[in-house]
């Protein structure tokens, strides 16, 4: 539905670095044609940003077309997918030249990286928003869901936890970070978070479930127990906490973010008893820690956070009501 | 994304007939899984809807959840494809539950038809839009393509051309209809157009080349004729034009719709000279015309506009300068 001045858009985004095998028809027709290689199956998700909901209406269109691919690509990592292709329906209030070419460098730097082929989308006129469709491969019957969880799986994260909504803070002059090297650390880790798509793949035979935590987690975790009808015990001495975090805010602040901050875009993920030394293996040479967290059980126990092997209660700021300060 | 009362739109979403076997995982976990079946090619589109731009703010809503899909249908019918998964990312300004319950049981109601299956999406708030990402299946190497056609092949047309912009301009009031037959007629001919997913699974094996019939007849045979390299004679005598939109405008303003007013979704197509006779057999039985409207010719004559054999010049809103009026 593109058209007059709208056509120029289709320009910036239409550019391959090398075509994909399976891709038989890209951009240019009614459809995109593509090719499923046998014995894989396609994981397929779909994820809307709206400037001033999902992103700061300032952000750099640089950061913003890294972040925007990042975020869906941490879809299909937990999952364990390969990915391949993506569809990008952008709405923008006008045409931007400068905005267009550093949001579509830094889109396709991404995309070229990780071997993906641009399949087609739409550019309308409206206030700034975009809806990716990102499509990957998994081979049959591997893929990572978040229902596979049993009592006595072992929970892991990816990463560390909470940097994320520090360096939104920061962004937004909630926080002070006075080290410029900590500062720049959270920062980056909102506006550029890692897609674990390696992760995602190694976990593919070792892991029970998993889910990317996107809202904080607290609120993921709690999908997977629903999903696969288990509880959980969650050690916070044990959660993952960078340096940076640790040193620029209050440890209460810093449970807070780690537990419901959002926009971490680590995995959390279950792992049998059993597989647990083939993980070290599989994760170890990724340059990613991987921590365990606590363990599943039965539902009946629900979601139970822990200090030193008791139980203590955490409001959703992360306020350790019960715990000595 | 959805949090807070936006969670509860999920709902009206989460409804499904009856599970397509392709279908692994739908939605409820990060990506959706599913399987293409083996010698079938993946067909994607992706649309994006704005509110006052592709529709009119004040559409009934029944009426906006059937097109959304009905125009991305049309995509699909373009390439030949058989219909199978949708994913719908919605904008919404806020919770207007009859609304909802309005739009989504209008748009079940067409996937149903079509045996189609809604594998994911996201629902965000802010100004009214939407994007659709169609999925479809068609046997491998048996797509239409814009690229296929050649000099000598035959043009053709499903249904009537122009309707759809005159039951715009009957909504926009800036057309006046006194017969109540024609002016509903014309009307749902712009709110609920019928996808031709028959007709373009018809022509598989038949049709040089195909594009659906969105912008207008002029804007989208361009397409073929760029994608194939090819020119092409249209005989403006031949055009389909609809009882009602003859009864009801001047034939100047009908041509003029019917080339260039958007918005038909009907398929132009073209076809070897050796499978016309086959044309009759696969298109005959499905109760929609198909109009031979011209013929391919050399590249170098572009696109030519004729009446009774003889070249004619007719600007974009469809006036024939040369011809009597």
Same mark, same amino acid.
């Given at each position: 539905?593109? @058209?007059?001045?709208?056509?120029?858009?289709?320009? &910036?985004?239409?550019?391959?670095?090398? +075509?994909?095998?399976?891709?038989?028809?890209?951009?240019?027709?009614? @459809?995109?044609?593509?090719?499923?290689?046998?014995?894989? !199956?396609?994981?397929? #998700?779909? %994820?809307?940003? /709206? #400037?001033?909901?999902?992103?700061?209406?300032?952000? %750099?269109?640089?950061?913003?077309? $890294?972040?925007?691919?990042? /975020?869906?690509?941490?879809?299909?990592?937990?999952?364990?997918?390969?990915?391949?292709?993506?569809? *990008?329906?952008?709405t923008l209030p006008g045409v931007d030249e400068p905005w267009l070419e550093a949001f579509s460098d830094s889109l396709f730097e991404l995309l070229n990286y990780y071997d993906m082929q641009l399949i087609g989308g739409d550019t309308t006129r409206g206030p700034l928003s975009m809806t990716l469709g990102i499509h990957g491969l998994i081979p049959a019957g591997r893929a990572l869901t978040r229902s596979g969880a049993k009592p006595g799986d072992w929970i892991y994260v990816t990463g560390?936890?909470?940097?994320?909504?520090?360096?939104?803070?920061?962004?937004?002059?909630?926080?002070?970070?006075?080290?410029?090297?900590?500062?720049? $650390?959270? /920062?980056?880790?909102?506006?550029?978070?890692?897609?674990?798509?390696?992760?995602? !793949?190694? *976990?593919?035979?070792? +892991?029970?479930?998993?889910?990317?935590?996107?809202?904080?987690?607290?609120?993921?975790?709690?999908?997977?127990?629903?999903? #696969?009808? =288990?509880?959980?015990?969650?050690?916070?001495? +044990?959660?993952?906490? #960078?340096?940076? *975090?640790?040193?620029?805010?209050?440890?209460? !602040?810093?449970?807070?973010?780690?537990?419901?901050?959002?926009?971490? &875009?680590?995995? =959390?993920?279950?792992?049998?008893?059993?597989?647990?030394?083939?993980?070290?293996?599989?994760?170890?040479? *990724?340059?990613?820690?991987?921590? =365990?967290?606590?363990?599943? @059980?039965?539902?009946? %126990?629900?979601? /139970? $956070?822990?200090?030193?092997?008791?139980?203590?209660?955490?409001?959703?700021?992360? $306020?350790?009501?019960?715990?000595?300060?």
């Amino acid at each position: 539905m593109a @058209c007059g001045e709208f056509s120029l858009i289709a320009r &910036y985004f239409d550019r391959v670095r090398r +075509a994909r095998a399976d891709v038989d028809t890209g951009i240019g027709d009614d @459809c995109a044609l593509l090719t499923v290689p046998d014995k894989q !199956q396609l994981a397929i #998700s779909t %994820d809307t940003l /709206v #400037s001033g909901i999902h992103f700061l209406a300032d952000i %750099d269109p640089a950061d913003l077309g $890294y972040k925007a691919l990042a /975020v869906n690509l941490s879809d299909l990592a937990a999952m364990g997918a390969d990915p391949a292709w993506l569809t *990008l329906a952008l709405t923008l209030p006008g045409v931007d030249e400068p905005w267009l070419e550093a949001f579509s460098d830094s889109l396709f730097e991404l995309l070229n990286y990780y071997d993906m082929q641009l399949i087609g989308g739409d550019t309308t006129r409206g206030p700034l928003s975009m809806t990716l469709g990102i499509h990957g491969l998994i081979p049959a019957g591997r893929a990572l869901t978040r229902s596979g969880a049993k009592p006595g799986d072992w929970i892991y994260v990816t990463g560390t936890l909470g940097d994320s909504a520090a360096g939104l803070a920061v962004l937004q002059q909630r926080l002070t970070v006075n080290d410029k090297a900590a500062r720049d $650390y959270l /920062v980056q880790r909102h506006l550029r978070p890692t897609p674990r798509i390696l992760q995602g !793949q190694g *976990l593919r035979d070792l +892991a029970s479930s998993a889910i990317d935590l996107s809202d904080g987690l607290a609120s993921d975790l709690g999908h997977i127990l629903t999903a #696969s009808q =288990c509880g959980a015990r969650i050690d916070l001495e +044990a959660l993952p906490l #960078s340096a940076a *975090l640790r040193e620029s805010v209050p440890p209460a !602040q810093a449970l807070g973010w780690a537990l419901s901050g959002g926009e971490d &875009y680590e995995l =959390c993920f279950t792992v049998p008893e059993l597989n647990r030394g083939a993980l070290d293996v599989a994760l170890g040479h *990724l340059g990613v820690a991987f921590t =365990c967290i606590g363990q599943m @059980c039965a539902p009946s %126990d629900g979601l /139970v $956070y822990t200090r030193h092997g008791e139980p203590v209660t955490v409001d959703e700021k992360g $306020y350790d009501h019960f715990a000595a300060r």
